[in-house]
């Protein structure tokens, strides 16, 4: 298993989601959200689940957020509700769909979805958050 393996494949997931299609997938926290929309993923944290004589299993949480801007028609505002809502269900369902993150955890899972108003850098965005957590029994080989 390999931690490597872990990002690349949840970028992968990300980026095949297709409704919506999204302009970017960013791993770590965007600094600027140049378009709309965009996924970006980050590790919030690293947990030691338990160890044995011969390995530690760890628990590691990521934080997948995905950003559009908001604008002022109503017509427009609606399409983004539809996107919002397709986002936290296609994500889940490509997450969900490879739970071994093809072969680099033991298992995983999207936890519930925040939704939320967000300004940055003086433009509104609407924000679907997604916590997802991966565990990797075996991950560190402890030697004696």
Not at 19 to 28: E, H, I, K, N, R
Not at 29 to 57: K, N, Q, R, Y
Not at 79 to 85: F, G, M, P, S
Not at 119 to 134: D, K, L, M, Q, S
Request: glycine residues 6%; negative net charge.
């Amino acid at each position: 298993m390999s931690r490597s393996g872990v990002i690349s494949t949840i970028d992968s997931l990300l980026s095949g989601v297709s409704s919506p299609t999204f302009a970017a997938v960013y791993q770590g926290e965007p600094l600027s959200i140049p378009t709309t929309p965009i996924a970006a993923f980050w590790i919030e944290a690293h947990d030691e689940l338990f160890t044995t004589l011969g390995d530690s299993s760890t628990t590691a949480l990521f934080t997948i957020q995905c950003y559009w801007r908001m604008q002022t028609s109503p017509d427009v505002r609606e399409t983004i509700e539809a996107e919002v809502w397709d986002a936290i269900v296609n994500i889940k369902i490509a997450l969900r769909g490879d739970s071994n993150l093809s072969g680099n955890c033991t298992d995983s899972s999207p936890g519930n979805t925040e939704v939320s108003y967000e300004e940055i850098g003086g433009n509104v965005y609407r924000i679907a958050t997604i916590p997802f957590e991966v565990e990797i029994y075996g991950e560190a080989v402890i030697t004696p």
